[in-house]
C-alpha cells in the first residue's frame, strides 16, 4: 500500500490531506506548526514527528507550501531529505513558485533516483475542502500517470502542461488573469452600489451577461451575496492577498524574463502591494472590494 507524507497543512493542504484519507489513502501528515495535529489525528491521519524518519518509510511525498522560498528550504537547502527517500519515490509539489526553482528540484530528484511532478493547483480554499480543485502538472507522462489516483482524490481536472516547471508556469499566468478579473469585479460591484443597485442582483445578471467570470460566479467579493465564500466571513480562511501578491510578484519576474509588458498585470500587482501594505495581507485577496473606501 502506498504510504504518503503530506508536507504543509495550512489552508489549502489541510483540506487536500483529509481527502486522501477519506478515499482511504495513508496519511502521514507534517507541519511546523504542531497546533494542527490534533485536528489532523481526529480526521484520521498520522503525524510525523520526525520529518526524516516519515519520509524514509513512504514512497509519496506530496507538498504544500507558501512559496519558493519554503520550497528551497525543504528540497534544495535541507541536505538530509533526499538521502532519507527511498529510490523510485514521487514527489508531487502542489506549491505555486518560480518554475526554475522547480525544475532545480527536479534536477536534484534525479540525481538521487527519485520521480517529480509540479502540481500547482486552482480552485481556492473551497475547492482544496470540496476535493474539485484543478491540478496543472508539469512533468513526465509516465509521473503524472502514478500521481493521478492522488490527485484525483483531491481534484476535478487534471491537466499535463508539459516538462517540469511548466506546472508553474501556466499557474503564473493563470493568476495573473485571477488577480486582473478579481479587481474587475469588485469595481463593476462598487459602481453598481454607487449607482443604488443590488448587488446581489446585479450579480445574477452579469453572471449571465458577457461580464460574467470565475470570481462573480464562484467567489464573488461582495459581502451578502454568495453564502460559503470568504467574503462571508470577514474575507478569512481564503486566498490570501500576500500570497497573491507572491505570485503576481513571480508573473512580472517571468514577463520581465521574457520580453513581455503585461499592462494589466502589472497594475494588479501594484494594486494587490498597496492593500498588503495598508495591513491586510492576510484577508483574502477579494478584500480588494474595499479598496476604494481604505477599509
Excluded at 484525483?152 to 487534471?158: E, L, P, Q, R, Y
Aim: aromatic share 8%; net charge positive; charged share 20%.
Amino acid at each position: 500500500m502506498d504510504q504518503i507524507l503530506f508536507i504543509g497543512l495550512g489552508n489549502m493542504g489541510f483540506p487536500m490531506a483529509c481527502n486522501l484519507l477519506r478515499k482511504g489513502f495513508s496519511v502521514t501528515g507534517f507541519d511546523l506548526y504542531s497546533n494542527i495535529q490534533s485536528s489532523f489525528e481526529k480526521e484520521g491521519g498520522k503525524w510525523a514527528h520526525s520529518l526524516e524518519q516519515s519520509a524514509n518509510e513512504s514512497n509519496i511525498i506530496i507538498s504544500m507550501l507558501p512559496g519558493g522560498k519554503e520550497l528551497k528550504n525543504l528540497y534544495i537547502k535541507n541536505q538530509k531529505l533526499f538521502s532519507f527517500l527511498q529510490k523510485g519515490t514521487l514527489i508531487i509539489d502542489c506549491t505555486t513558485a518560480d518554475p526554475e526553482i522547480i525544475r532545480q528540484v527536479a534536477e536534484k530528484s534525479k540525481k538521487y533516483f527519485l520521480n517529480m511532478v509540479d502540481a500547482p493547483v486552482s480552485g481556492g480554499t473551497a475547492g482544496a475542502a470540496q476535493g474539485t480543485l484543478t491540478f496543472i502538472v508539469g512533468g513526465a507522462a509516465s509521473d503524472l500517470d502514478r500521481a493521478r489516483p492522488f490527485l484525483s482524490a483531491m481534484g476535478k481536472n487534471i491537466f499535463h502542461a508539459g516538462k517540469s516547471g511548466d506546472g508553474q508556469a501556466v499557474k503564473v499566468c493563470n493568476n495573473m488573469l485571477l488577480a486582473i478579473h478579481m479587481i474587475g469585479t469588485c469595481e463593476a460591484l462598487n459602481l453598481g452600489k454607487a449607482l443604488g443597485l443590488s448587488t446581489k442582483t446585479l450579480s445574477e445578471i452579469m453572471k449571465v451577461s458577457s461580464g460574467n467570470n470565475w470570481s462573480l460566479e464562484k467567489y464573488n467579493p461582495c459581502p451578502g451575496v454568495m453564502k460559503g465564500v470568504p467574503s462571508d466571513r470577514e474575507y478569512e480562511g481564503g486566498f490570501a492577498v500576500q500570497l497573491m501578491v507572491k505570485d503576481l510578484s513571480l508573473a512580472m519576474k517571468s514577463a520581465k524574463s521574457y520580453g513581455q509588458s503585461p499592462v494589466l498585470g502589472k497594475k494588479a500587482y501594484d494594486l494587490y502591494k498597496t492593500h498588503m501594505e495598508k495591513g491586510f495581507g492576510k484577508k483574502d485577496f477579494s478584500h480588494v472590494f474595499k479598496q476604494e473606501k481604505g477599509k
